[in-house]
């Protein structure tokens, strides 16, 4: 069966420090991934989606950035956060129109 | 991109029939439309998926009218563990990108 896993799950962070969050997709192959924003509040905000190793789509200007190094591997990544950035963080998988999307667990991320 | 409307927030009583609304005034003819729930502290969760007339599972059921301008989630017998955020997203056209807006919280009242 197909599962994804997200870590960590909460994290705290100063401000002006990195990020490297993880994704990964187990029992799939060749998903479509993608890394949503949920700020305290507010709706679910697309932040970047993949279709294929190394294809990366932004949706939104921000300082982040998404890398997909392996089929099934989606990080999300900062040189240096902003009190901005704090929001969950979810990573998301779908293969077609017609499976809908699998969300992973989520990250709590917290910018002090 | 295709836009839903979707109201903010409802309140409900355990055993009652929930039923939430969205607007697709400008969706495309290939687009199905899906329904998402969201508890607290966790990613959302498929829960139907539908194209036209009324799909049912388990744990709800989808009404679309003949137009797809609108679709209505229904939510039978509501418990407390129904209390959530529901979505109906938009579809990117061509990209299967979904947009999640704020969605609408259900809360059920013993």
């Known amino acids: 069966s197909q599962t994804i896993h997200q870590w960590p799950a909460t994290l705290v962070q100063p401000v002006g420090s990195p990020l490297s969050l993880e994704c990964t997709v187990e029992g799939t192959s060749n998903p479509n991934l993608y890394w949503y924003r949920q700020a305290a509040g507010r709706g679910l905000q697309l932040l970047f989606y993949s279709v294929g190793i190394g294809q990366i789509s932004s949706e939104v200007p921000q300082n982040l950035s998404a890398s997909r190094p392996q089929d099934r591997q989606f990080i999300l990544s900062s040189k240096k956060l902003l009190l901005s950035d704090s929001g969950f963080y979810l990573c998301?998988?779908?293969?077609?129109?017609?499976?809908?999307?699998?969300f992973g667990s989520g990250t709590r991320l917290t910018v002090v | 991109l295709a836009k839903t409307t979707q109201p903010i927030s409802m309140d409900s009583y355990e055993g009652q029939e929930v039923n939430i609304t969205c607007s697709h005034n400008n969706i495309a003819t290939n687009d199905y439309i899906t329904w998402y729930q969201q508890f607290p502290s966790q990613g959302p969760r498929f829960i139907i998926q539908?194209?036209?007339t009324k799909v049912t599972n388990e744990v709800a059921s989808l009404f679309i009218p003949a137009d797809r301008k609108s679709s209505t989630l229904s939510l039978p017998r509501v418990s407390l563990s129904d209390t959530a955020v529901y979505y109906c997203?938009?579809?990117?056209?061509?990209?299967?990108?979904?947009?999640f807006g704020k969605g609408n919280q259900v809360v059920v009242i013993p």
């Open positions: 539908g194209y036209k």
């Open positions: 997203p938009d579809e990117c056209h061509g990209n299967n990108r979904l947009a």
């Open positions: 998301a998988w779908s293969v077609n129109r017609e499976s809908g999307y699998t």
